[in-house]
């Protein structure tokens, strides 16, 4: 069965265990805690040597990092992945916007404001993430008024990977309010079957 370590908090590992969902793949989940140094053991770090989260071990035993190539392998074949390249290069275009122009501006203020509670100490550097994260907010706002999902009519891995830290930008300080299609489209995904939320009643 393929293994999934992940941590309890990260959106990363968010999005692949939301597509095994909709996928209703069975996996293993081990959740480590990262303040504890649980992803740099040398076990740990043979799996992935950067000693971060999401990994997923293949039924084979090869690790797979970074959450967007693993959504990638687990899509592929699969309508969370279109098959033409055309519809599949559009897909790719939102997974690399999301790791270059998104994911550090919405996760690391959550971060600092609502995990760690150092807002007021990382004031200036959370106001210019806020700031370039904002741009990545507008994007998302002009495409999402044209279309329901970010490639088209149906939500693929490209809705996945920007679905998580969007959803939870107001923990960073984000006001979504001024962005009601982004607003609409959060609320469409988490009406998706399958759906899951980070934090379940029972984990
Ligand atoms: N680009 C990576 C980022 C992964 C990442 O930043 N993971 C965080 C948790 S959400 C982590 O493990 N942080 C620990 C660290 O960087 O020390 C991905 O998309 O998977």
């Known amino acids: ?32 805690d990262l303040a504890a140094g649980e992803a740099r053991t040398l076990e740990f770090l043979r799996l992935n040597p950067l000693a971060r989260v999401p990994v997923l071990v293949l039924d084979d035993g090869t690790p797979l990092v970074e959450s967007n190539a693993i959504l990638i392998h687990l899509a592929r074949d699969t309508p969370w992945l279109p098959s033409t390249p055309r519809e599949q290069s559009r897909v790719l ?68 990977a920007l679905f998580p830290y969007t959803s939870m930008a107001e923990m960073g300080g984000y006001d979504l309010r001024p962005h009601p299609s982004v607003c609409g489209w959060i609320e469409r995904i988490r009406a998706l079957p399958g759906f899951i939320p980070l934090i379940a009643d029972s984990p």
Not at 6 to 13: I, T, V, W
Request: contains cysteine; charged residues 20%.
């Open 93 to 160: 275009q939102w997974l690399f916007f999301e790791q270059f122009d998104h994911l550090r501006y919405f996760a690391r203020p959550r971060y600092l404001v609502s995990i760690a509670r150092l807002g007021e100490k990382h004031a200036d550097e959370i106001a210019y993430l806020r700031q370039i994260g904002q741009k990545a907010l507008a994007a998302l706002e002009t495409r999402l008024a044209c279309t329901p999902f970010l490639t088209g009519g149906h939500c693929t891995i490209a809705d996945i």
């Open 1 to 32: 069965m393929i293994t999934l370590y992940d941590s309890r908090q990260s959106g990363n590992g968010w999005k692949v265990r939301l597509l095994l969902s909709f996928l209703n793949l069975p996996f293993e989940r081990k959740v480590l």
